[in-house]
Nanobody, 114 residues
Framework: QVQLVESGGGLVQPGGSLRLSCVASGSVFSNSAMGWSRQAPGKQRELVAYITTDGSTKYADSVQGRFTISRANAKNTVYLQMNSLKPEDTAVYYC????????WGQGTQVTVSS
């Protein structure tokens, strides 16, 4: 079973930046499209970005131009660079295979507030 460990969240002011990381155990990472999702209080989890095995990316309209997803297959790691953060980006952020198939990790909390 693949285990996912997210990190890099925190408290940041509007307009600030954070870089999230997600490490996946096992040997299937390089053969898997990966996605970052987020869940705000009282809302459903939503996919914000994904990256295919060949590096193609796609973003939700709400983060397009501000977030960048990338991957390092040698490290079994997927990243989410988040710039120009807004209060509405506040959520717990999770990674998973895309479409989701593995057990969700604990996520990492991102809070954007002044």
């Amino acid at each position: 079973q693949v285990q996912l460990v997210e990190s890099g969240g925190g408290l940041v002011q509007p307009g600030g930046s954070l870089r999230l990381s997600c490490v996946a155990s096992g040997s299937v990472f390089s053969n898997s499209a990966m996605g970052w999702s987020r869940q705000a209080p009282g809302k459903q989890r939503e996919l914000v970005a994904y990256i295919t095995t060949d590096g193609s990316t796609k973003y939700a309209d709400s983060v397009q131009g501000r977030f960048t997803i990338s991957r390092a297959n040698a490290k079994n790691t997927v990243y989410l660079q988040m710039n120009s953060l807004k209060p509405e980006d506040t959520a717990v952020y999770y990674c998973n295979r895309n479409p989701p198939r593995w057990t969700w990790g604990q996520g990492t909390q991102v809070t954007v507030s002044s």
